[in-house]
């Protein structure tokens, strides 16, 4: 998939903005595997994210050619897959944050854990807007792409609430999930 992105995509600039989170991330996965290995609930949430990430980065969130479709089908003012992006932005992370806290903090499953997880995806949901924010600032018109905006004053704050709303929905469907998973992996 990542092969596939980077062939002709919308522009580099933004290609290798939008994927380089997959980039910083997968080779830590890989490197720590042995030292700390995730459950398959994991691995599998982080995949279906990069995916998500080499899509946007391949054609812009704003120009994804399925959501441009549903746009125009359903008569609507904007591009969506934006916020697809964001929500898995706080789904995905939320079962990382909560697994990592799981296994190397004294916390144990229940509303606090939860709770703390969402607020870790809150918190790297606004450490995005600012490096988007401060990309902007850098390189001006070149952002506009990745900024994605498409004309929303409140697109920020919808990222951000999109992020929220997948951290929130992931805590609340897969914990029990990846509770289950945890006692495996710690039982072999």
């Known amino acids: 998939m990542l092969a596939w992105s980077a062939v002709d995509p919308h522009d580099y600039f ?3 903005l939008e994927v380089l989170p997959a980039l910083i991330g997968i080779p830590l996965l ?3 595997y042995n030292k700390f290995r995730f459950t398959t609930l994991v691995y599998f949430l982080i995949a279906i994210h990069a995916m998500i990430l080499m899509v946007g980065g391949h054609y812009t969130y704003a120009e994804v050619p399925l959501f441009n479709w549903i746009r125009d089908a359903w008569h609507l003012s904007r591009n969506h897959y934006d916020r697809v992006g964001h929500f898995a932005q706080g789904f995905v992370p ?3 944050a909560r697994e990592i806290l799981l296994r190397k903090t004294p916390l144990r499953p229940g509303g606090w854990l939860g709770f703390i997880a969402v607020c870790i995806c809150m918190a790297l949901s606004v450490t995005y807007e600012f490096i988007e924010w401060w990309t902007a600032l850098a390189s ?3 952002s506009t792409a990745f900024l994605g905006t498409q004309g929303d004053v409140w ?3 919808w990222d951000m609430f999109f992020a929220t709303i997948g951290a929130t929905c992931s805590v609340l469907l ?3 999930v990846q509770d289950r998973q ?3 992996l710690q039982g072999k």
Do not use: P
């Open 14 to 16: 933004t290609w290798l």
């Open 30 to 32: 890989i490197v720590n």
């Open 94 to 96: 939320a079962m990382i």
């Open 140 to 142: 001006g018109a070149a």
């Open 155 to 157: 697109d920020t704050q």
């Open 174 to 176: 897969l914990s029990r």
């Open 182 to 184: 945890l006692a495996e």
